[in-house]
């Protein structure tokens, strides 16, 4: 009969392999970590110790690292990034005029960016008609349309 139990650190290396493959796929460093520690679990293989206190290690150690390495990694590698809003997160809380009659279901309104966006009115909002002229504030976006509150009328 053979013991399978000695071929333990083939799956060792098996799966670390796997963990770094998947870690180059996804660059966020959580199997960067688990391959960590599994590298644990296989030197405590090769020091001969049972299975499950290798699945132990390796998970403690995982652990540990994904608390404590992981996030210094992260904020490392977005150190110096953009912060500046893009795409529909920079339209969030953007004023704009009104070009055509806004109303809870139809409308034209010219954002602060310049774009030209089809807009409705907030259910939130009293007001059932915003007027050509007037300042909106955009608080979502739902595909195409801009929903927007009336902030202040326009003085003629």
Same mark, same amino acid.
């Given at each position: 009969?053979?013991?399978?139990?000695?071929?333990?650190? =083939?799956?060792?290396?098996?799966?670390?392999?796997?963990?770094?493959?998947?870690?180059? $796929?996804? $660059?966020?460093? @959580?199997?960067?970590?688990?391959?960590?520690?599994?590298?644990?679990?296989?030197?405590?293989?090769?020091?001969? =110790?049972?299975?499950?206190?290798?699945?132990?290690?390796?998970? /403690?150690?995982?652990?540990?690292?994904?608390?404590?390495?992981?996030?210094?990694?992260?904020?490392?590698?977005?150190?110096?990034? !953009?912060? @500046?809003? +893009?795409?529909?997160?920079? $339209?969030?809380?953007?004023?704009?005029?009104? $070009? +055509?009659?806004? &109303?809870?279901? +139809? /409308?034209?309104?010219?954002?602060?960016? /310049?774009?030209?966006?089809?807009?409705?009115? +907030?259910?939130?909002?009293?007001?059932?008609?915003?007027?050509? /002229?007037?300042?909106? =504030?955009?608080?979502?976006? !739902?595909?195409?349309?801009?929903?927007?509150?009336? @902030? &202040?009328?326009? @003085?003629?």
């Amino acid at each position: 009969m053979i013991d399978l139990t000695q071929y333990v650190w =083939l799956v060792w290396l098996i799966f670390i392999v796997v963990c770094i493959i998947i870690e180059l $796929l996804t $660059l966020e460093f @959580t199997f960067l970590m688990i391959a960590f520690g599994s590298i644990a679990g296989l030197g405590a293989d090769l020091l001969g =110790l049972p299975w499950w206190l290798q699945f132990l290690i390796a998970a /403690g150690v995982s652990v540990l690292l994904i608390l404590t390495i992981r996030p210094v990694l992260l904020r490392y590698m977005r150190k110096g990034e !953009d912060p @500046t809003p +893009s795409n529909i997160a920079a $339209l969030l809380g953007m004023t704009g005029r009104v $070009l +055509s009659p806004v &109303e809870a279901n +139809s /409308g034209l309104v010219k954002l602060a960016n /310049g774009e030209t966006w089809t807009a409705r009115l +907030s259910p939130t909002t009293e007001q059932r008609t915003v007027t050509p /002229g007037e300042t909106v =504030l955009v608080t979502l976006v !739902d595909g195409a349309t801009v929903v927007i509150i009336p @902030t &202040e009328r326009a @003085t003629p």
